[in-house]
């Protein structure tokens, strides 16, 4: 039989793509995926609309994605609107009582709703969420350190209502992996002592991730990973590995307490935590579902 159809190559090519990508969609079936949506990788239009399809596609294959977002930039912005200085110390924002309720209503209000909006223009259902919600998360004051670096005399930092995550109850987030709902979460979360807490998305992301035993943790940053001393993308590392790279300083400024959560998280049950660039487009997917995957995967 002839085949004169010019759509023909197309096809097989698409066959042929989607024939290599379903090994890996097994693989991922009814395992949880985290997925951290940092603020630099928002902003975008299409980019976003890119990110909630890729977050709709795990849904549709099986997979349990959870989306933890950050906002870092869009606080930033608001808070200057209203004419309050940010201020960061050891890459922490620095958060007094009104802070914190414009923190809040950025995090959990518009940046999460606008999230959830794009995931369900995919046709999903995603659930917006806090650490509030259904006890998920408790956290207590940050205790953080650093040393001067004249006298390298410790000091001990007070952040104001900067948190850390002590608990983590996965009971609601069991209930969803069991449901049509993709939960998308902001990380701010209530402390026993009856404030509300401003937590690193990094931070939150890892302890939602190791409290669920996640096959994956991304991390969607501005970089294509971890980069080697020549700028050359490393597309895997173990923990030794990625520690020996803090030590000699190829990995540096904010991608150390990055590698430090992702080390942690690996700690904690992870499975595998990839590093990769929120800026390209369906980065989730080639990640996940192609065999040379998108960037960075550190295991144990
Ligand atoms: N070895 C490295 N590989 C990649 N990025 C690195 C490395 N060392 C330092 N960096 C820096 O880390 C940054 C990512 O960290 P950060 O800005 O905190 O990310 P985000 O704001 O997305 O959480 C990169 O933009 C890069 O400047
Ligand atoms: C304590 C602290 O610094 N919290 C962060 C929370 C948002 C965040 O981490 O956003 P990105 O992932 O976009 O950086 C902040 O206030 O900026």
Redesign the pocket.
Known sequence: MSNDNPNTDRFSHDAGILAQALPYMQRYEGKTVVV?Y???AMGDAKLGQAFARDIALLKQSKVNPIVV?????Q??SMLKNLGIESK?EG???V?DKRTMEI?EMV?AGSINKEIVALINAEGEWAIGLCGKDGNMVFAKK?EKTVKDPGSNIERVLD?GF?GEPVEVDRTLLDLLARSELIPVIA?VAPGHDGNTY?????TFAGAIAGSLGAKRLLFLTDVPGVLDKDGKLMPELTVREAKALIADGTISGGMIPKVETCLEALDNGVEGVVILNGKTPHVVLVELFTEHGAGTLIVR
Do not use: M, Q
């Open positions: 951290k940092g603020g630099h977002h950050g906002g870092g930039p606080i930033a960061f890459g922490l924002r958060t923190v995090l940050a952040l900067v990380p401003n937590i690193n998305a990094d």
